[in-house]
């Protein structure tokens, strides 16, 4: 009886010790799990670090840019005269680093017009009256002539000819046997045709409609 004892006994002490070994197992294995788990816990600060330098990469980029001028800034150069063309730089500040874009840009000079100049002549017609006309520097008599028909709302008519135009009808007084419109330039006959007598500021002109006989 005492040996079946001390053998249950026995028994007893070796499961007890099995479970506590398989208890002592068991924990470890369970603080193994637990350090895993707090290695993938999306609340680590690493994932804040990951986060700012999202962040850090999509700060808006400041841009700092050198003053240029106007392109639509009127240039008083005279016409024909190449422009030089405008050199500006621009500073781009990204991700803490700045960097510097050179940009060129041609700057077209405007056009001068330069204005018409007039002469005016003092025109007197047979019939019609006498006109103060307008015309552009080095025109002739029958450039004034037909400037002053313009003008004053009177008709001309002529015949092209290998040494110049000849008046044929000035308003109703039409060039016809005998008479014709001669040409008189400053008190003078003039000693060429009408297309030939270049005009100069205050000459006066004069259409007579005379007979050659």
């Known amino acids: 009886m005492k040996e079946i004892s001390w053998r249950v006994k026995k028994g007893w002490v070796y499961l007890l010790g099995i479970c506590l070994i398989l208890g002592v197992v068991a924990i470890g294995l369970q603080d ?37 001028k106007s392109e639509n800034q009127p240039q008083n150069k005279p016409s024909g005269t190449k422009a030089k063309p405008v050199t500006t730089v621009r500073e781009i500040q990204a991700g803490g680093v700045a960097t510097a874009q050179v940009q060129t840009v041609s700057a077209v000079a405007p056009t001068v017009v330069t ?19 307008e015309i552009a520097k080095g025109e002739n008599a029958f450039q004034a002539l037909q400037a002053a028909a313009n003008q004053n709302g009177f008709i001309v008519e002529y015949k092209m000819y290998s040494w110049g135009n000849m008046i044929t009808k000035i308003g109703a007084s039409k060039a016809q046997g005998t008479y014709y419109w001669a040409l008189y330039y400053n008190g003078g006959y003039s000693m060429v045709g009408a297309s030939d007598l270049i005009l100069k500021n205050n000459d006066k002109v004069e259409w007579r409609y005379e007979s050659w006989m």
């Open 115 to 133: 204005p018409v100049q007039k002469d005016t002549v003092e025109m007197n017609i047979s019939g019609l009256g006498t006109y103060k006309v």
């Open 32 to 68: 193994s799990s637990m350090k895993a788990e707090g290695a993938q816990d999306p609340s680590v600060s690493s994932e804040s670090t990951v986060t700012d330098s999202t962040e850090a990469k999509n700060e808006p980029v400041s841009t700092n840019t050198v003053p240029k």
